[in-house]
């Protein structure tokens, strides 16, 4: 069961690069949500959705994109990187919504743009 | 809007008793989650609050206070293993969990 899976686990990107952040769980969770986490501040979330078709705005959504075509993926796409984006991403799920069960973390995604 | 405050370091020593404070002013509430985090890695969810009180889990016990926006994580009998950040984060039931930045804990010997 292998949970909450990230990749790449490492990237360096050069200024103006795209790409693609995946992420994929086999919990069968309807809730699914990616944060940015920058040295010495909390969570920031970048996007959410509730299921299948459904992607919402978090927090901090400029300069990202996302889709979920499937329970399973919610890819997180950086189209023309800059520095700013330098952090380490985290996928999380949930069963329901936020009161009904704990986040679920992937091991995340350590980006630095260049 | 939404505002939640924790210390930003702590340091406590093995053995002891440390409390982590989280006060927070949100425009909804429905329950307060602690989370634990190790340098490097994901969040691990250690507590959820929904109701005044204190809630054990063997050496850690979270309390809350929905009246005064308050709520504290109480590590006792503390190991180096305990040294890590500490997240809290409230679910204001119409949003995603709002995360505070964190508390940094070491252990010393």
């Known amino acids: 069961n292998a949970g909450v899976t990230q990749t790449p686990k490492f990237r360096i990107l050069k200024i103006g690069q795209s790409m693609t952040l995946q992420c994929t769980q086999d919990m069968n969770h309807n809730y699914m949500y990616w944060y940015r986490q920058d040295p010495g501040m909390g969570l920031k979330l970048i996007y959410y959705?509730?299921?299948?078709?459904?992607?919402d705005k978090g927090e901090v959504p400029n300069g990202y994109n996302v889709s979920r075509s499937t329970t399973e993926d919610f890819p997180l796409r950086l189209e023309l990187a800059a520095p700013s984006q330098t952090s380490v991403y985290f996928c999380a799920t949930s069963l329901g919504g936020q009161g009904l069960s704990p986040l679920h973390f992937g091991n995340g995604t350590r980006l630095t743009v260049t | 809007g939404q505002n939640i405050d924790q210390p930003t370091e702590m340091t406590a020593t093995e053995g002891a008793i440390v409390q982590i404070n989280c006060t927070y002013q949100t425009s909804g509430f429905n329950g307060l989650f602690w989370y634990q985090q190790h340098a490097g890695e994901a969040p691990t969810f250690l507590s959820y609050?929904?109701?005044?009180g204190l809630e054990e889990k063997g050496r850690f016990s979270s309390f809350l206070s929905r009246s005064k926006g308050y709520s504290y994580l109480l590590l006792k009998e503390l190991q180096m293993k305990d040294s890590a950040s500490y997240l809290c984060?409230?679910?204001?039931?119409?949003?995603?969990?709002?995360f505070g930045k964190g508390t940094r804990l070491s252990v010393i010997a």
């Open positions: 609050n929904v109701l005044d």
């Open positions: 959705s509730v299921g299948a078709g459904i992607t």
């Open positions: 984060a409230v679910d204001s039931g119409n949003t995603p969990l709002v």
